[in-house]
């Protein structure tokens, strides 16, 4: 069982991504204040993180950069309505558009976990 950090600052499609996850089997911590998810992340324990893009007072992108800063080989996926925003990213960064089908969230959580990954 991964332990996934889950990051949106709507707390609807947090809800609703959790449940999905646990439903999977993951072990979910949930954050929708990004502040917050740094500060899960950087404790540690973190399999992979899934994150919105835009949110107040720290961009989906930023949080990877801070928590690979601490945990360089940390899988990552991007889940936003905004992915033009998103521009060039890291090649093993997902982004995955809004809406989502909660499955289509659970199958790229589980390529991003097998090894070589995210994309």
């Known amino acids: 069982m991964a332990h996934i950090l889950l990051v949106d600052d709507e707390e609807a499609i947090t809800y609703v991504f959790k449940r999905y996850l646990e439903r999977a089997g993951h072990q979910v911590t949930a954050a929708v204040d990004p502040v917050e998810a740094l500060t899960i992340g950087l404790a540690g324990g ?57 499955q289509d969230l659970v199958d790229a959580v589980a390529s991003a976990l097998r090894p070589g990954g995210a994309s």
């Open 46 to 102: 973190i399999d992979l993180l899934v994150t919105d893009f835009r949110m107040p007072g720290m961009t989906g992108a930023s949080l990877i950069g801070r928590l690979r800063e601490h945990t360089p080989q940390l899988p990552a996926l991007i889940v936003t309505a905004y992915g033009a925003e998103v521009g060039v990213t890291a090649a093993d960064i997902r982004v995955l558009n809004k809406p989502l089908p909660p």
